[in-house]
């Protein structure tokens, strides 16, 4: 069975640039997550899908970050404008049902200079 | 709100030592209690949950977890520590509010196996 994908791997932009994450949850998985892991710290979770729907972005910062899951598959979260303080792996899990075991991708490393 | 507190970000053992990873929970609800290890580089890996029943729960890699709900404790052991182990662990706890159910994760305990 695939894993969790998610693209690119490692991005480097400069503050005020815009971009884009890309992730592929495991076939069939209904719940897709968000989180954001600065360096030294656990991940926290920025936003939680069922299917299209949005259950929980409460810790989203929606005056720069916005994500989407059209049709209830893969998912893009997008920063605009990057502030340096946004530096840290992004991570995108993925889950058969709400309450089920999170599956998690290897993460997209971003640094803003 | 939950929060997750783990004691020592960083734990050093003994090869063939025993492992004891403390993980403390604050929940306004019955919790459902998660261990996830990271390696360098990599996403992180499920070691086990608790969700409802037994309190002793084994999970992968040799490694069990014991739920306490009188210390609300959720602590990670392993009886005989492999170089292998050494990663990055991280306890969490859900919120299960209302259909949200993202993670709520510790800050993290860096395990160094010494040979």
């Known amino acids: 069975e695939a894993g969790v994908a998610q693209s690119p791997r490692y991005k480097i932009i400069e503050k005020r640039q815009s971009v884009a994450f890309w992730c592929n949850p495991i076939?069939?998985?209904?719940?897709l997550y968000w989180y954001q892991q600065i360096l030294g710290q656990g991940p926290k979770l920025l936003i939680q899908f069922q299917n299209n729907g949005v259950v929980d972005d409460s810790q989203l910062p929606k005056d720069r970050f916005s994500a989407e899951r059209l049709k209830g598959v893969d998912s893009t979260l997008k920063i605009q404008p990057a502030k340096l303080e946004d530096s840290a792996v992004y991570l995108c899990a993925s889950s058969l049902v709400g309450y089920e075991t999170q599956y998690f991708g290897p993460g997209t490393r971003l640094l803003v200079l | 709100a939950q929060s997750v507190t783990q004691l020592g970000s960083h734990v050093s053992v003994s090869e063939g030592a025993l492992v004891l990873l403390r993980c403390n929970y604050s929940s306004s609800v019955p919790p459902y209690l998660f261990w996830y290890v990271q390696y360098p580089n990599q996403g992180l890996q499920l070691l086990l949950k608790y969700t409802t029943g037994a309190t002793l729960v084994k999970g992968i890699n040799g490694f069990e977890a014991e739920f306490k709900k009188s210390e609300t404790s959720f602590h990670l052991t392993k009886p005989s520590a492999h170089m292998s182990d050494a990663a990055e662990y991280f306890c969490a706890v859900s919120d299960r509010d209302g259909g949200a159910d993202g993670l709520t994760f510790g800050k993290g305990t860096h395990l160094i196996i010494q040979p």
């Open positions: 076939s069939g998985h209904a719940t």
